[in-house]
């Protein structure tokens, strides 16, 4: 997961526990699971590639 995603995850996080979560904040939470989920399945190295060599 990179930095921004965690960000974001914590973020719609604190959204859902104040009970403050709209379905446009349903719908990115969704979207950012299904990408970390696609992320999951690339072999380490291209993560490392991807998120680390900026």
Known sequence: MSPEQLKTLQK???LFEDGAANPSHIKQLS????EI??????PEENLEQRYFSR
């Open 12 to 14: 719609l996080s604190q």
């Open 31 to 34: 979207c950012l699971l299904a």
């Open 37 to 42: 989920n696609q992320l999951s399945n690339w």
